[in-house]
């Protein structure tokens, strides 16, 4: 007997429909891109420019404030209308996209989901409202995967009521902008039996002394998001900047990982329309033996593929987002829609650039900049190698 | 300072438009969206509002089947409420009947002391609406304003010309039609997108408004569409080859159009 539980059919749950406020959303979000990101994006990716004035224009418009509570000037919707923005970003400039979904997802929702109400009210109307950025310290030049490994300590001294922080982070996303007000990282703070290490979630002010940004990374892509390795030396905060439950850290970076990793998918979902467009209309506009080149199937079905892509990575973003705004477990979905919008993105954009040909390989032509930037998606917020162990597990096998 | 604004929700440009073959004009049955001209008129009436320091700014728009897409885009850029005539007899309405509705439905907000709109709307450009509106009210109208100042009991408005502008002033209230691209409508936010679910939209009918249905639509049109023709293809430019003295060439064509 097939073993497939009844719910996880729930036809409500499987209809994607957006509502008037989504749309109404993506329409200002378009409109947006298309006025103040698709005339700059190109110079940004040539010459790494952080654009901090167009990040603050996000946040005017709302971006940044999506899911969280009015009370802490959020816009009180869900994933599922964070997806739509950043759905539409991506199409335009994956690093403004991303810029938004760290900020949203690794800055602000820590903080929401764990802080005291005295810590939200400190950080939270600033990042909701863009004014201020966020980031989270996760990775470390030893420990990326596997981010049990930290090696990054927090000692409590009990006398001056400070944690005193050493060590390093690697790869940090919105850690250096001069938006960025804080940095969440996770350390160890003690032995948690066993030898396991305990490990806690700090916040770290940004331009506390002894907090060290590192010079940008020279990236394959997302040129315009901004990236940086962060070291710790003898760096002080305090006490009362323990995020959550002391030795809870890592367990609560984990709980809201999937939001993140339905966003990235979200993202990638935006990538393959892009393509999608970017190719239809080159493939009946270039000629080539005196037709169009998408008169040959070999170019035509290339298209036609992208839109199979882009139907189910649709399905797969939404259906996921719609699980967890509806309070369903969601974890082996989110992992899916990461997994395959991801992967599907990076074919679809090394197919849109052989269907541009040459000029789909020099740097101001769209697709050659999704290409280059898309790779990362299989990379960040969990591999594609670790949606398949999340995957796995949650089908029960004996993977380790 | 309240402030009324006029706008008009119109077919997506970017689609492909159709025209009604019987009756001649655009077809208006699917979704509309806010005039793009009429979001300068939004966008100026919220500045100044704001410069007054307080008021509100209403909205008042004619749009077949309840239509309030485009009403809600500028409830979410801050407009506090909306006037919303709708009614099937106004199938056909031309643009003195369109202005007698608009009139009455700004009788309908109480306390406006300014009423703005677009010079004309994309889709009619008749440019003919603010006028007649100003007329049928007895307010002073003053149109094509590139700026617009508030003092005491005056609006004092910098009127385009071709050459320059014009220093004109009219006592409050008035009408005065907003030049496009004069000021950068803001973008809604996404509070704003939410906050303008709930905002209140006034729908009225020819009835409610008093106005004899028969004085309007099809029935009162004082103008009839005869015939609709494509507008002729853009002729092919002249092609110069340059011999050295392409430069004069250049002079004496701009030198025809009288623009040097
Ligand atoms: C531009 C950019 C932005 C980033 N932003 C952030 C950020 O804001 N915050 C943050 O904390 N991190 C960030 N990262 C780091 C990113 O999340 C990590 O690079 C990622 O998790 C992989 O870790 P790693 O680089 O250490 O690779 P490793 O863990 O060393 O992996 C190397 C390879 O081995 C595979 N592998 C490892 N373990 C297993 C396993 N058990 N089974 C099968 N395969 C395995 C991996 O899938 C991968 O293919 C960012 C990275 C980049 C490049």
Redesign the interface.
């Known amino acids: 007997m097939l073993g497939a539980t009844p719910e996880a059919y729930d036809p409500d749950l499987m209809i994607v429909e957006l509502n008037?406020?989504q749309l109404?959303?993506r329409?200002?979000v378009h409109?947006?891109c298309e006025a103040e990101i698709a005339p700059h994006a190109e110079a940004w990716d040539r010459d790494h420019t952080f654009p901090a004035d167009t990040v603050r224009a996000m946040g005017?418009?709302?971006?940044f404030?999506?899911p969280f509570p009015?009370a802490y000037g959020g816009?009180?919707?869900d994933l599922t209308?964070l997806c739509v923005?950043l759905e539409e970003l991506a199409k335009y400039d994956q690093s403004m996209a991303m810029t938004v979904e760290a900020g949203v997802g690794l800055g602000a929702n820590p903080i929401f989901h764990f802080g005291t109400e005295e810590q939200r009210q400190q950080w939270l109307p600033d990042l909701c409202a863009g004014r201020t950025l966020g980031g989270f310290g996760l990775t470390e030049p030893d420990a990326g995967s596997d981010a049990g490994g930290t090696r990054t300590r927090a000692v409590l001294d009990e006398a001056a009521g400070e944690w005193v922080i050493n060590g390093e982070k690697a790869f940090i996303t919105n850690s250096g902008t001069e938006l960025t007000s804080i940095v969440t990282i996770t350390a160890v703070t003690g032995e948690a039996g066993g030898g396991r290490p305990e490990i806690s979630a700090i916040v770290v002010p940004a331009g506390t002394p002894g907090f060290d940004v590192a010079r940008p990374y020279r990236k394959m892509g997302w040129h315009a998001s901004d990236t940086h390795g962060l070291a710790f030396t003898d760096c002080r905060v305090p006490e009362a900047n323990l995020l959550g439950a002391r030795g809870k850290g890592f367990a609560q970076f984990l709980a809201i990982l999937d939001e993140g990793r339905v966003a990235i998918a979200a993202v990638a979902l935006g990538v393959i329309e892009c393509c999608l467009a970017e190719c239809q209309r080159y493939a009946n506009e270039r000629m080539a033996f005196g037709r169009p080149i998408g008169a040959n199937q070999a170019v035509a079905f290339k298209v036609a593929d992208m839109a199979v892509m882009a139907e189910c990575a649709r399905g797969l973003v939404y259906g996921a987002a719609r699980l967890r705004d509806a309070g369903r477990p969601f974890k082996k979905e989110a992992a899916i829609a990461k997994l395959y919008a991801t992967e599907a993105a990076v074919t679809a954009t090394r197919e849109a650039t052989q269907v541009f040909g040459g000029y789909g390989y020099i740097d101001e032509t769209l697709v050659s900049r999704q290409y280059r930037d898309a790779k990362i998606l299989e990379i960040g917020e969990g591999t594609s190698e670790i949606q398949r162990l999340v995957i796995s597990r949650e089908l029960g096998l004996p993977v380790t | 300072m309240n402030i009324v604004v006029c706008v008009k929700q119109i077919p997506d440009p970017a689609e492909p438009g159709a025209l009604d073959p019987n009756t001649k004009t655009l077809k208006r049955d699917g979704k509309l969206i806010l005039d793009e001209s009429d979001s300068y008129g939004v966008e100026m009436a919220l500045q100044l509002a704001d410069a007054a320091g307080g008021g509100e700014v209403t909205l008042v728009s004619m749009a077949p089947n309840s239509e309030t897409s485009g009403l809600r885009t500028a409830l979410a850029m801050g407009a506090a409420k909306s006037v919303l005539v709708s009614d099937p007899a106004l199938s056909g309405t031309d643009a003195l009947g369109t202005a007698k509705i608009l009139a009455a439905a700004i009788k309908r907000v109480e306390g406006a002391d300014l009423i703005l709109t677009a010079t004309e709307s994309s889709d009619g450009y008749t440019g003919t609406v603010p006028e007649q509106i100003a007329e049928l009210l007895g307010l002073p109208s003053i149109t094509f304003a590139k700026s617009i100042a508030i003092d005491g009991g005056t609006v004092k408005v910098q009127r385009q010309t071709e050459a320059g502008y014009d220093e004109c002033e009219a006592p409050l209230p008035a009408v005065v039609s907003v030049t496009a691209g004069v000021v950068e409508p803001r973008y809604p936010s996404f509070k704003g997108i939410m906050a303008a679910k709930s905002k209140p939209v006034d729908e009225v009918d020819c009835a409610a408004l008093g106005i004899d249905p028969g004085s309007v639509g099809w029935a009162g049109g004082g103008q009839e569409i005869v015939t609709v023709e494509a507008a002729p293809a853009r002729e092919a430019g002249e092609v110069v080859e340059d011999d050295g003295t392409g430069f004069e060439k250049i002079v004496a064509f701009l030198d025809n159009l009288k623009v040097i």
Request: negative net charge; hydrophobic residues 45%.
């Open positions: 008037d406020e109404a959303l329409t200002v409109d947006f005017e418009l709302g971006l404030g999506i009015e816009g009180g919707a209308t923005a």
